[in-house]
């Protein structure tokens, strides 16, 4: 089992900043993608950023010029700075990660708690 553990959340104003921490532990071989994704209320959980092992990087164009996904592979952690902060950043924000338990047993994807961001106008 993979547990994924999110830290970084809290209040801040409109063009503060924040930077959220995900570390993952457990019964890892090697972590595939990691990324963030966001849910507001009454909307669908959307993507904000992914990153491959090898640093390769995704945004959803909301947060293009931002926010910056960066992992550390050694403390399979990955982060989420987030800059220029927004009223609609509000949300819960979910730590992915896509792991390989074993070399024989298939990548799965597992979530994080969640941790609220909150950006007051």
């Known amino acids: 089992q993979v547990q994924l553990v999110e830290s970084g959340g809290g209040l801040v104003q409109a063009g503060g900043s924040l930077r959220l921490s995900c570390a993952a532990s457990?019964?890892?071989?090697?972590?595939?993608?990691m990324g963030w994704y966001r849910q507001a209320p009454g909307k669908q959980r959307e993507l904000v950023a992914s990153?491959?092992?090898?640093?390769?990087?995704n945004y959803a164009d909301s947060v293009k010029g931002r926010f910056t996904i960066s992992r550390d592979n050694g403390k399979k952690t990955v982060y989420l700075q987030m800059n220029s902060l927004k009223p609609e950043d509000t949300a819960v924000y979910y730590c992915?990660?896509?792991?390989?338990?074993?070399?024989?047993?298939?990548?799965?994807?597992?979530w994080g708690q969640g941790t609220q961001v909150t950006v007051s106008s």
């Open positions: 990153i491959t092992r090898g640093g390769t990087t």
């Open positions: 457990g019964s890892i071989f090697i972590i595939n993608a």
């Open positions: 992915n990660a896509n792991v390989r338990g074993s070399i024989i047993i298939p990548p799965v994807d597992y």
